[in-house]
């Protein structure tokens, strides 16, 4: 019952008009940036980044998070209303809300996704308000060759588990570490791959990187695609979204499945995608009828947003735990944090309280004010999208030039943010995965740090990696979904020989 | 709730047709890449080398990671020049058309010149050049409009940032002028 | 508006100040990482400044804390002229150059005032040996070196762990860590067996009873007498002297201005941060901070900018860690 004191104490941080404000503006600005084309989460948090920076930490994290939320709900409306998934974890939901919307139902089914999405944030963060108590005792234990294992697992789920071509992920990870490592080396205090240049010399930011990759490249893609929208318009009643919720006990094993799928995903680097998709399959392959799904059925609403949902927010459990990003946009966020001098890390459970406690309070105020927000005001965002593209389109590069530029007050990353525009748009085409570049570019220097510490520290001997329980479950699993691919391989191989030879 | 039902239709103005010829190939564009990513792998792997890539007495040296992924990348860039010199279905599939090229070109163009402005005029005026520029170039939305939108969108970004957040950003002479 | 404001302030103060002042937003460039002592005094200062309206324009902190403080010393350097930039300096800017070739010299930008120098405690466990002779001891008889946790490499903690070693003949391992902060909550979790820290940087831990101070690198105790955690207070802690390491070590925390400014410019910040050390909220943090309060400027401080600087120079060849 620790967990309920210390969440009241977040409530009673939170339960200031300052606080309140800044959260209704993150839900409002989160809605738009959500519902632009070109946008989306992470961008929109990046972009907004900058603002935050002369906030105390707590207001920070509750806008931004408070903008992550508004853009998972913005991006709903257009795959419902659009056919556009906003975001990569969207396209689930355009299965069968688009139908709907052409249906007729446009209505019915953004209540649904909305209502969905409520469900799998409060599920995960339930589970995150029960889990945190237990991390800050678990928290003392992690030393460097810990933190490295932790690392080496990030990055081996993502070469072992990536749907793409091995060696893209491996030169997008690849390039993600080496560029990471640009700059001033922290352990042994030289410089490396700096060429002599000044403005190298503070290394290349990742939220620079980010801005670039997704923000520009996507503009650049939308134009390349010709804007030609074609959706249906919305507004919802109350007797509609009352319909909707006397339904929803109907659907509780679906709701309950993703919800489980999306904070195990979370939790594990599986991410939102894998979380929506597998909760659309698994609601299609259980249904009695899985033909009507994709020609407008509520459920296959109900189940990628409650998965996407639950995974988004329960992948911030990891990244203010141990300091390892479940998505993009916890990646955004934890850069946001060192900017606010909070080491993330177990540690933060122990030394900044109100913060933790703040934003866990932050996730439940600000879902339940951003579902009652985006339920009246859909009309309202809809209609951003009859705003023509040429206007909003620089409208975009500008925001993103701020952002690039606010990080360290530096015209040298603006060029550098037109370049992973560049780079952004080609590797998007040849199908070079951009998540492990920015993952690595992330946890690049901090795993090199881990590791070399451990070095240092065991006089040179690997064994450091299996030196206790934690560390060797830790490295083990790692190496072990590293050659997932090739063991899965071989189990399937016995499991059919036996079936064979019986 | 049959006016929930209102289609919106949105249009790019300068929409053409679909049949434009190809530019280049997946295949050509992928193993241009891969030779970037090879020469980027050479250079980094030549500087690291040189900043010292061995294993010392307390563990690896700082050139000794580096050197190693650009190993890594270049391994990984030369396979997929060759699968991309292999694969005969890439060389025929449409990198980009010649339309979606042009279109590709008409946001990038703009996007570099804003940059270039930002750096010798400040970012507002770079703001306002870009958006009003753009929107009556490429989007052919009247002046009047263009001229408005840039301005108040400009206006907005200033107050924001400048003046109520202290995120100060580059300027030049006519910020100066104004006294900031 | 806020043009307006401004010259309608400038047109009020005209004939109280004579001589120069801010007309733009004053960056306080930070050569560290946010929550750093560089960062907090920043913003101390920050808060003095505008509580007692020590000056009509607003102050900004500016992190420039890439490549261990470099990119701050690049971006003063380059800023040659401004005079609405001013450097919070420490024992870096003679260090840096030395140890990464970093092309900068202090002499280049224009020196305000030094405002408080900064000590360094030995740290352990609150699990480990009690006292310095018993530390050593353990740290002779320990089948694997100590560990010793610090910030950043070849820098101050490292010459400190270095120079440890000569006096006490223990082999110790050091472990670079991103900022002071890390290296206190290592401590906290027995990675390291003990650290260098300010006192800013393991305080929070010591009140937690998770630490304790072995020694201080200095002369004489602190001075503060006041109680910080339930037994002890900052002048409890012995110096390394009384316990038998000579070794001694305080580290500047000194304003500068880009090279190239007027004299008019340079008065108006010596007069500024005198203020500033006259004020509550500096006198307070001192205390808290457990930093030695001083203030030099003019030809004062250039002396003693000259001396510390041939000082570490010395400290550094011996220790080994200039590039070659």
Known sequence: ?502 | MSQTDLEIVVDDPTAPEDDSPSVVSSGSVESVVCLLLLALAAMLGYDNWRTGASWDATGPEPGYFPFYLSVILGGGSLYGLIAALLSRRKSAETFVTRAQAYRVLAVFVPTLLFCLVTQFLGLYVGSFLLIAGFMRAIGKIALWKSLLTALVFTAIMFATFDVAFDVIMPKGPLEAAFGY | MRAAAVLLASLWVAPAFAGWEPTKPVEIVVAAGAGGASDQMARMMQAAIQKNNLMKQPMVVSLKGGASGAEALMYMKSSEGDPNKVLIAYSLIYMLPLSAKIPFNWRELTPVSVIALDQFVLWDNSAGPKTVKEFVAAAKAASSPFKMGGTGSKREDHVLTVFLEQKTGAKFSYLPYKSGGEAATQLVGNHTESNVNNPSENLEVWRAGQVRPLCVFDKERISYAAKVTDTQSWADIPTCKEEGIDVQYLMLRAMFLPGKVTPEQQAFYVELFHKVTQTAEYKDYMEKQALKPIFLTGKDMVQFLEEDDAQNKALMTEAGFVAK
């Not at chain 1, 990046?46 to 408070?66: H, N, Q, R, Y």
């Not at chain 1, 352990?187 to 060429?195: A, D, H, K, P």
């Not at chain 1, 540690?347 to 339920?375: C, P, Q």
């Open chain 1, 1 to 502: 019952m620790e967990a309920l004191g210390l969440l009241l104490h977040g409530f009673a941080v939170l339960l200031t008009w300052k606080i309140l404000v800044l959260m209704m503006a993150g839900l409002v600005l989160g809605i738009f940036v959500g519902v632009l084309p070109g946008l989306g989460g992470p961008n929109g948090v990046a972009i907004l980044l900058p603002l935050t920076f002369t906030m105390d930490p707590t207001s920070a994290i509750v806008m931004l998070s408070c903008i992550y939320w508004g853009a998972l709900f913005g991006g709903a409306i257009t795959s419902i209303l659009f056919n556009i998934p906003g975001e990569a974890w969207s396209v689930a939901t355009t299965f069968d809300g688009y139908p709907m919307a052409q249906q007729g139902r446009a209505a019915e089914a953004l209540t649904a996704a909305f209502t969905s999405s409520f469900i799998g944030s409060l599920v995960a963060v339930l589970l995150i308000t029960f889990l945190a108590p237990m991390i800050s005792s678990f928290a003392l234990k992690f030393g460097p060759p810990e933190f490295f294992a932790v690392y080496l697992l990030t990055f081996c789920s993502f070469v072992g588990l990536g749907r793409e071509s091995r060696h893209k992920i491996v030169i997008s990870m690849s390039l993600g570490l080496l560029l990471a490592g640009v700059g001033m080396d922290t352990v042994s205090g030289q410089l490396r791959m700096t060429f002599g240049s000044a403005e190298l010399l503070r290394g290349i930011n990742f939220l620079v990187a980010v801005i670039g990759l997704f923000g520009i490249s996507e503009i650049l893609l939308t134009m390349e695609e010709r804007l030609a929208l074609r959706g249906h318009a919305a507004s919802i009643s109350l007797r509609v979204v009352l319909g909707v919720w006397k339904d929803l006990p109907k659907y509780w094993v679906t709701l309950l499945r993703s919800s489980f799928i999306g904070c195990w995903l979370g939790i594990t680097p599986g991410g939102a995608i894998a979380a929506s998709f597998m909760g659309y399959n698994l609601a299609k392959r259980f249904a009695k009828d899985p033909e009507t799904f994709g020609k407008g059925r509520i459920e296959g609403v109900f189940a990628p947003e409650t998965a996407a949902h639950a995974s988004g927010t329960s992948a911030l459990l990891p990244m203010l735990a141990l300091g390892i990003p479940g998505s993009g946009t916890a990646a955004i966020l934890l850069g946001g944090l060192m900017v606010w001098g909070l080491n993330p890390g177990p540690l933060l459970f122990v030394e900044h309280k109100d913060f933790v406690w703040g934003l866990i309070a932050s996730m439940y105020l600000g879902n339940v004010v951003g579902l009652v927000l985006v339920l009246t005001t859909v009309p309202i965002f809809a209609s951003i999208l009859r705003v023509p593209f040429a206007a909003v389109a620089p409208m975009i590069v500008v925001s993103c030039a701020i952002g690039a530029y606010a990080i360290q007050n530096a015209m040298f990353d603006i060029w550098l943010m037109l370049g992973f525009g560049v780079v952004g748009y080609v590797f998007k085409k040849v199908g070079i995965p951009l998540a492990p570049f920015t993952l690595a570019l992330v946890l690049g220097n901090r795993a090199e740090d881990a590791f070399r510490l451990s070095m240092i520290g065991s006089g040179g001997d690997l064994k450091v990696f299996w030196s206790n329980g934690l560390v060797g479950s830790i490295t083990t699993l790692a190496v072990l979904l590293l050659f997932w691919p090739a063991i899965d391989g071989l189990l399937a191989r016995i499991v059919w020989t036996r079936r064979a030879s019986r």
